[in-house]
RNA sequence: GCCGGGAUGGCGGAACUGGUAGACGCACCGGACUCAAAAUCCGGCGAGCUAAUCACUCGUGAGGGUUCGAUUCCCUCUCCCGGCACCA
């Protein structure tokens, strides 16, 4: 071993070589299965895991970023001597993969295993250290069908129901879209104006976890406050009730509210100029013809949204309050939308300010149901009472609170949930899809048509990767080693429905027994954005043209100020629109892959974790690229250096350093004590790495060739080298060996600090008068005040702001700084 | 409009619990090496004042407050970013 080891080192490469010694340690890797884990109940577990990504291609800075922060906490972790699991897969039902079937007549499954394939080969070329044996692709029917399988579990439950509801239904795609997939009012593929529909569709009840999802988010201290806060933002406000109205001369009204208690002052209807309503009446009425005509012409604009009156119009009809009986008159006012909810809403002029302008404005009835809770009256002559309190003027109902008032009313009406899965099928036309056995009596059937949304998929994959590969069941005992997550990482754009259809999924998979957590993930990470400079010519006619920053000079002034920019390739200014999220259509991409090409893993690793901490945006720098590569090479070459100083070191002898060796020494175990608080406790990778260099910069200077000083050299080094090895893996891999270790560096535990080595002899203490700094003081490490105030009044320095003044007060804070008040 | 976050040198950022503001990196400037350039190494680098790298004064978006001491806590304001938005 020890002639082996001399050979690696007499032969070790003097240039720092990513892509020779960056695929040796990835085939160590992978030779060895070192990240292939397995349950190991007799060791603590760590469940690392970064949000899967959509197979589009290419890997974007975006996923290089999070996948980044995720392999350094496993390595971190597993340097701590846990059994770390980090997983990946490919969430890989989408849009895209129809829209390149449609563009380029590929069919969507090779599209999407294709780029499977090659996104996978880049994130081994980053060296991420994933146990592969637990892949997982959603658009394989071994995931997919636990899906379906669970979804039948829920139906039996009554978790899932069929409903009639409302869509935005896009003629011409002949489909049903998502409110964010309406533009405008028309289909964003299409460009069809879009209708609403009543069509029935299943219903997942995530309104009856609603209560649970918002409590135990107060129990959640690993998950960033403005998360929670959105989250309960958006709980808070999704949280209502539907009630049909019925409506005189046939038909309902359904509305949506969020304030049943107040139902019984519910004193008119409102809905929009395009609902079913507002056009039957308007046709024999050319009055509320052109009113309705208005209204639509008005348009969605903001600046016309912000300056338009509350307008309206008795359509003449009225509808029956179900619970008094009263007949309501219903209105078209330009205020409701079409495109939010029903369409239709119940107006209470008394709790709602909307409504209590409307009705002023109209002379409509404005009745109180609502009083404070304390027992004061509220005055409603000027403005509506917004506040929650005790029910008033509400018959049966009256004395209850705003809980106990909903309660009363959804049990009254049976509310309903309101997560639509829907979406429209072609396959409803194909009979040999159709028809097919009943799986239960074999009597022929239907097969269901109707499929899921894609976020099914993303909200249970963590567990399946606990479960990886069983033929026989969705999750099964493995699930109970690995969950919860222990780290989740991700983007903050997933901050609300990810993140909570992944809490409603893992307690619906509770109450079936398939997991005993509660909460999906302990600790949330929400990487920030990467952002590039955005350059762009607008020429006098046509459209702006975008110029990937790679392509574009900077203009400095003698002070190194930037005071322009030009295009590289025909020297002429470009214009400069500051920084923006990295993408397709500002042209200032990077393309991850050319960047390890040139630099190699683990100068992009390293760039992206030093230039901003992990939830902060990132900008990307070219320079800053440079300058992480002139540190790998810099690293490469102390480790050489100090190799070819001579044999193997003699082992460190702590009682025989001299007092620079001593001070190197402390600095090394004062700046691991740093990097472990910073990469395990604060995760902040940016600093940690900012200490290790500090740390290269004065071993740079510390030239000491005697037996002792080699020994520390050979201790710093090391540390070095084991404290960066979760950033840079490749590079530390192989200078673990130069550094004459025979085993792996990804198998060695993360270094203790030696508290002794951090003891000073002495310290400096920094001396103020009245709070300005005018000193500095050396004193015994152990030195109490009355030693610390003499030497401090005696420095000259401090002397000359305090003679002839009386001394009024000395503070002084422990080894650190003493003010003088004068 | 509401909710949340932020503003520190030419730039990205650091200062962890109220205690030396500007760590580390980039850019820039000077020097060494070189015929020269690149690379590398060494040094400088907030502003003002100054012959000066002494000293002093100012300085963390603006104004005020608390404190021996404030980038950090409190109040008011400006701007920027994110989320939601006639949301029923």
């Keep these: 071993m020890q002639s082996a080891t001399r050979l690696i080192r007499s032969t070790m490469q003097e240039r720092y070589e990513p892509s020779v010694l960056e695929p040796q340690a990835q085939a160590f890797w992978d030779g060895n299965g070192s990240f292939a884990v397995a349950e190991d109940p007799s060791r603590p577990k760590y469940y690392c895991l970064c949000m899967f990504p959509y197979p589009s291609g290419r890997l974007h800075m975006g996923h290089v970023r999070n996948y980044t922060i995720g392999d350094v906490i496993t390595r971190y972790m597993r340097m701590q001597g846990y059994n770390v699991l980090q997983p990946m897969g490919w969430d890989a039902f989408g849009l895209p993969a129809e829209n390149a079937a449609m563009a380029n007549g590929v069919p969507p499954a090779k599209w999407t295993y294709d780029n499977i394939a090659y996104m996978k080969r880049q994130l081994k070329s980053l060296g991420f250290g994933i146990d592969w044996s637990r892949e997982v692709a959603t658009c394989k029917p071994d995931y997919y069908r636990w899906n379906q399988w669970l979804f039948l579990r829920m139906l039996e439950k009554g978790i899932a129901y069929r409903k009639t509801g409302t869509v935005n239904w896009d003629p011409v795609d002949q489909t049903v879209l998502a409110n964010e997939q309406v533009i405008d009012g028309r289909g964003w593929r299409s460009g069809a104006l879009v209708e609403k ?5 299943y219903y997942l009840g995530i309104t009856k976890y609603a209560d649970d999802l918002l409590g135990a988010l107060d129990d959640m201290p690993g998950w960033p406050e403005r998360v929670r806060l959105m989250q309960e933002n ?11 109205f019925d409506v005189e001369g046939g038909g309902t009204l359904g509305i949506y509210t969020t304030r049943p208690d107040t139902l019984l ?7 929009a100029a395009e609902h079913p309503l507002a056009q039957r009446a308007a046709q024999d009425n050319p009055d509320l013809q052109q009113f309705i005509a208005e209204c639509q012409r008005n348009g969605v604009t903001e600046a016309a949204l912000e300056t338009m009156e509350k307008r309206g119009m008795p359509l003449g009809i009225h509808a029956i309050h179900p619970i008094s009986g009263e007949r309501i008159p219903v209105w078209v006012a330009n205020f409701v939308l079409m495109g939010y909810g029903t369409g239709a809403v119940m107006a ?14 109209y002379g409509l009835r404005i009745h109180q149901v609502v009083r404070p809770a304390d027992g004061s009256l509220a005055r409603i002559d000027e403005e509506a009472y917004l506040e929650h309190g005790t029910l008033i003027n509400s018959g049966q109902f009256d004395g209850l609170d705003f809980d106990e008032a909903f309660d009363a009313f959804a049990k009254l009406f049976e509310a309903q949930g309101r997560v639509p899965d829907g979406s429209g099928n072609p396959l409803g036309k194909d009979a040999k899809f159709l028809e097919c056995q009943c799986p239960k009596c074999g009597k022929p059937a239907r097969r269901e048509t109707d499929t899921m949304d894609t976020f099914v998929d993303s909200s249970w994959y963590y567990f399946r990767y606990a479960s990886a590969n069983n033929d026989g069941a969705m999750v099964d005992e493995r699930a109970r080693y690995w969950m919860p997550v222990d780290q989740y990482i991700g983007g903050i754009e997933h901050a609300i429905l990810h993140l909570l259809y992944s809490r409603f999924w893992t307690r ?14 302990a600790n949330l990470l929400t ?3 990467v952002l590039n400079q955005i350059y762009f010519r607008k020429p006098a006619e046509g459209r702006i043209v975008y110029y990937n920053p790679a392509d574009v000079d900077v203009v400095l002034d003698d002070k190194g100020a930037p005071v322009g920019a030009v295009l590289r390739a025909d020297g002429q200014p470009v214009e400069a629109s500051g920084i923006g999220t990295m993408s397709k259509s500002k042209n200032n991409g990077v393309d991850p892959q050319s960047l390890v090409e040139t630099y190699g893993a683990d100068t992009a690793r390293l760039f992206m974790m030093f230039a901003a901490p992990p939830e902060q945006s990132l900008e990307w720098s070219d320079e800053g690229v440079e300058g992480a590569f002139r540190f790998m090479k ?15 070191a003699a082992a460190l002898d702590r009682a025989a350093l001299s007092p620079a060796q001593r001070d190197i020494r402390r600095q090394v175990h004062e700046t691991l004590r740093k990097i472990t608080h910073d990469i395990g406790t604060r995760r902040t990778f940016n600093t940690a790495i900012a200490a290790v260099m500090e740390l290269m910069n004065a071993l740079a200077k510390f030239d000491d060739r005697s037996s002792q000083g080699r020994a520390v050299m050979q ?5 070095v080298v084991l404290g960066l090895a979760p950033v840079v893996p490749h590079a530390c891999h192989a200078l673990w060996r130069e550094l004459g270790h025979a085993g792996a560096v990804i198998d060695e535990r993360w270094p203790q600090v030696d508290t002794a080595a951090l003891v000073r002899d002495a310290i400096e203490v920094v001396v103020q008068v009245n709070g300005k700094l005018r000193g500095r003081v050396t004193v015994a490490a152990g030195a109490d005040e009355a030693t610390v105030r003499e030497a401090a009044l005696a420095d000259v320095g401090v002397l000359r702001y305090i003679e002839g003044k009386p001394i009024r007060k000395f503070v002084y804070v422990r080894g650190k700084l003493a003010n003088v008040v004068v």
Excluded: C, N
């Excluded at 619906?508 to 909460?519: A, C, D, N, S």
């Design 715 to 719: 201790e710093a080094l090391e540390i």
């Design 265 to 271: 002052g519910v004193t008119y209807m409102a809905v």
């Design 527 to 529: 990487q920030g954005m």
């Design 634 to 648: 810099r690293l490469w070459k102390a480790v050489h250096q100090h190799v070819q100083g001579g044999s193997s």
């Design 197 to 201: 529909r009543e069509i029935p569709m």
């Design 234 to 244: 958006w709980i808070g406000r999704s949280e209502g009730l539907e009630i049909e």
């Design 508 to 521: 619906v998979m509770r109450e079936l027994g398939l997991t005993q957590v509660e909460e999906p993930f």
């Design 348 to 361: 209470v002029p008394a709790h709602d300010q909307r409504d209590y302008e409307f009705a002023r404005r």
